[in-house]
């Protein structure tokens, strides 16, 4: 029975589209997410994945058959039941256009690449232990959180199960093994893993997967999970900054990971299967800091599977995207996804300059290591205050001990501190004072040489001092992490998308700003701020 009736929708599809043939062997192949109404389900097959393969089988039998250049015939990649149904397949233009013309076709459109959005956060958000939200919520123990990212690092303070009670029953999801990644590395923090790159492996079949496992190779997903629920990790700073306990907003939450992200690429049909197996093992919710550069809500696959897990009780929390400050410029604008924000919170990190004189100045630094700059000489000279040009710098005299003053407004030509630091790293000086008020300095990928950045007021002091002085000199220390009164805080962050959400200008968007924005490391920019 189940074969004739096979059968029968082979013919149909032959039927159907012969007319458009003409005996090309050789078509390019694309994979298509292809959504399909499963109440339309020809009831001869036992299930839908049974239902997807035969359509596949069909097309295969009834389109004449072409290769390319990694693929001789048709092929599915997934099958999606959970946050809406339908599946992904490798299909040539014919095969998709036979597909269209079958029962339960609803749309299609082509697999596309997703982009990666990028101590103190709980106390800012006045976050306590005692009252309020955190133990009215059990510090979110029953919670199991989904991060859909690219992956986790198990070994991670933050992802040990200490003071965790036993896995909640309903917990449906696997430890899946892989490379660098066994059954024993989940836990009662940790409590499932799973990873999907078929869609990588369809687009292009010789790629190897260099870590096919759970395992994070780029910090992104470790650091949205350690935010969402990380547990308690004692002694946490970056490289001596904002020291203190590292923990999640909700630090007693289960974490269940779904990698789809890996370093050889990140498609949209891996993507939904990561959310679809999410929903069906039983997650609470779902974090997800990934979006897509302007497309219509018709294609936003983020979007339509958040809908379907909305619909089985799942909260997806999305970014908002760090495509700001223009408007419009958010992701994940749909009303049915928790939209965040990224926010600054009133955590500031400094060095402090100590002139020859006795002035004390903060300024700003992030260089990753203890004071050695003592007593060192400071100049000023006009001709290489830009920082621009190396080969000036290390004409310098005794450039080991010396301190130059860059005070170039970077904004003038794009020529900025990335630049200066870098030219007075390469004339091996032995630190720098930068003068500028560039907001994006601030947001600087590395501070990778010692130094600070002073405001323009701050640094005619300095200059002013230099020029009076003999023998001028400084000491810097480093390090240092204070709570800033004075500025503003939690204020939206300029890279932060803004609404309204360009699918539907109707709705406002973002819902909520968290804190999220990290003052230093281009990385965490690039990150999300939500999770
Ligand atoms: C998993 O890997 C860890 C670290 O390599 C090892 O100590 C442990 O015995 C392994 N567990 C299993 C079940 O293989
Ligand atoms: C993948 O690995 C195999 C075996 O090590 C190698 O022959 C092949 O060239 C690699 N493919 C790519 C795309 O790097």
């Known amino acids: 029975m189940e074969s004739r009736m096979g059968f029968h929708y082979s013919l149909q599809l032959l039927f159907l589209s012969t007319h458009m043939f003409c ?8 994979t298509y997410i292809v959504h399909l109404d499963k109440s339309l389900m020809p009831n001869v097959f036992t299930d839908h994945h049974h239902w997807h393969s035969s359509t596949i089988d069909s097309i295969k039998a009834s389109v004449p058959s072409s290769v390319d250049r990694f693929h001789s015939a048709p092929k599915l990649v997934y ?8 599946f992904s397949a490798v299909l040539s233009k014919d095969e998709l256009a036979a597909l269209k013309k079958l029962p339960g076709f609803v749309s299609a459109y082509k697999d596309r690449t997703v982009e990666p959005h990028t101590t103190h956060t709980s106390d800012f958000l006045k976050l306590n232990p005692s009252s309020g939200l955190w133990p009215s919520s059990s510090l979110g123990q029953d919670v199991i959180v989904g991060v859909l990212d690219g992956g986790i690092w198990p070994e991670s303070a933050s992802f040990q199960d200490d003071g ?13 093994p892989g490379t660098q990644f066994n059954t024993s590395m989940c836990n009662r923090k940790l409590i499932g893993v799973n990873y999907f790159n078929k869609g990588i492996l369809a687009d292009d079949p010789t790629v190897n997967i260099s870590m096919n496992s759970a395992r994070d190779t780029s910090g992104h997903g470790s650091h949205c999970a350690s935010i969402a629920a990380g547990n308690f990790a004692k002694g946490a700073s970056h490289f001596g900054y904002a020291p203190g306990t590292a923990k999640g907003v909700a630090p007693r939450a289960r974490i269940a990971v779904y990698k789809f ?73 749909s009303p049915w996804i928790l939209c965040v924000a990224a926010g600054h919170t009133d955590r500031r990190f400094a060095g402090t300059l100590t002139l020859g004189n006795g002035l004390k100045i903060r300024g700003w630094s992030l260089f990753p290591a203890r004071a050695f700059v003592r007593d060192s000489p400071v100049i000023y000279n006009k001709t290489l205050a830009d920082c621009k040009s190396e080969e000036l710098l290390s004409q310098v005299p005794d450039p080991e001990r010396t301190i130059v003053i860059c ?85 939206l962050a300029r890279f932060s998308a803004r609404g309204p959400s360009s699918s539907y200008l109707g709705i406002a968007k973002p819902d909520i700003m968290a804190p999220g924005a990290h003052p230093w490391l281009l990385l965490m920019q690039l990150e999300l701020q939500q999770c």
């Open 261 to 333: 992200s890996f370093s050889e690429g990140t498609f949209t049909s891996d993507l939904i299967a990561a959310m679809d197996q999410a929903v069906a093992d039983g997650v609470d919710m779902i974090s997800i800091s990934y979006g897509y550069r302007f497309i219509p809500l018709y294609e936003d696959a983020i979007s339509i599977a958040s809908f379907g897990a909305m619909m089985k009780g799942v909260l997806v929390s999305a970014s908002a995207g760090n495509r700001g400050p223009g408007i419009g410029s958010l992701n994940n604008g």
């Open 164 to 176: 965790m009670p036993e896995i909640p029953k309903r917990w449906k999801g696997i430890c899946r």
């Open 23 to 30: 005996f090309i062997a050789i078509a390019q192949r694309s």
């Open 407 to 491: 005070d170039y407004n970077a904004d003038e030509d794009g020529f900025g501190f990335p630049s200066q630091i870098f030219n007075i790293n390469r004339a091996r000086l032995k630190a720098g004072i930068f003068i500028s008020e560039d907001p994006a300095v601030f947001t600087s990928s590395s501070f990778s040489y010692p130094g600070v950045v002073i405001n323009k007021k701050e640094g005619k002091q300095i200059i002013n001092y230099v020029k009076s002085s003999a023998a001028p000199t400084a000491t810097i220390t480093f390090q240092e992490t204070y709570m800033d009164g004075e500025r503003p805080a939690p204020v």
């Open 79 to 86: 099958s999606y039941d959970h946050v809406f149904h339908g």
